[in-house]
């Protein structure tokens, strides 16, 4: 068969995976992607057929891809989260224009928002948005503007990419804008690290704390979560009420 399925993993090992995800690993007949999602993949799929590629060649991994299934291949490329939420399914869709005869599937999984809200309790309980502070393929002006525009909307924020080697210093330039645009200092926030993963560990602090957390605590495997102005910490917990009225609220 000549398809591509393009594969959430969930954040970390196989009892973060859907179902629907399981059965496309199972029928393709490669599975391919980083070396660092393969190896959470590959020991439930013995003897299948691996192709792992470093991080930053995103697009060759994708032309591998479809060159394999145009051949006659059923190809599985697999991405942490969800494929289409900063993953694969966008840039392969777009490369499989020039592969009319190869089918893709998306196959969703669970993004870091959902995995790590969790961890830290309900933080996205109402209108909320995701920001990625990676400005490799987007520039920091834009992303300082919907930084802005999610103040002042009031939203839950949920920040992806908030660090890494290169990147340091990025998520205190990021509360800084928030607390220029408003929001308080005291705002509910957290942040959750290797989620699913070993290593996994979380903490809730206020906004002002976010932005004097030391370079190295929050890094490129953590998702850190911002308030909205009706965000608590619930015994120990991050929640964002769904904003009941308060007579639905009170029999809480
Ligand atoms: N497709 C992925 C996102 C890729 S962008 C998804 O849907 O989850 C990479 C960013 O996602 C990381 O910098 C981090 O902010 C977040 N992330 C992905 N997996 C994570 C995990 N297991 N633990 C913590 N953060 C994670």
Not at 203 to 210: N, Q
Request: aromatic share 8%; glycine share 12%; hydrophobic share 45%.
């Amino acid at each position: 068969m000549n398809k591509v399925f393009v594969v959430g993993l969930g954040p970390g090992g196989a009892e973060f995976m859907t179902a629907q995800a399981r059965a496309a690993l199972q029928q393709a007949d490669v599975l391919c992607g980083y070396t660092v999602y393969l190896a959470l993949v590959q020991p439930l799929y013995p003897g299948k057929a691996c192709y792992a590629t470093p991080m930053t060649q995103e697009l060759d991994r994708c032309r591998w891809a479809l060159e394999r299934a145009k051949a006659g291949g059923t190809v599985a490329l697999v991405c942490s989260g969800d494929a289409g939420v900063y993953g694969m399914a966008g840039p392969l869709l777009q490369l499989a224009a020039l592969y009319p005869t190869v089918a893709v599937e998306v196959v969703p999984g669970v993004t870091a928002a959902l995995s790590g809200g969790a961890v830290l309790g309900a933080p996205l309980g109402h209108d909320f948005c995701v920001i990625s502070l990676s400005d490799l393929l987007t520039s920091w002006a834009v992303i300082e503007k919907r930084l802005r525009s999610a103040a002042a909307g009031d939203f839950a924020i949920c920040l992806y990419n908030p660090s890494s080697h290169k990147r340091q210093g990025y998520l205190r330039r990021a509360c800084e804008i928030l607390l220029a645009a408003g929001k308080s200092p005291a705002t509910c926030c957290g942040w959750v690290k290797n989620i699913g993963r070993d290593g996994q560990s979380e903490a809730t602090c206020t906004l002002a704390e976010l932005a004097a957390l030391e370079n190295g605590v929050v890094d490129m495997f953590t998702t850190v979560f911002i308030g909205s102005a009706t965000t608590q910490v619930v015994g120990g917990r991050l929640v964002t009420p769904r904003g009941y009225k308060k007579e639905a609220s009170c029999t809480l």
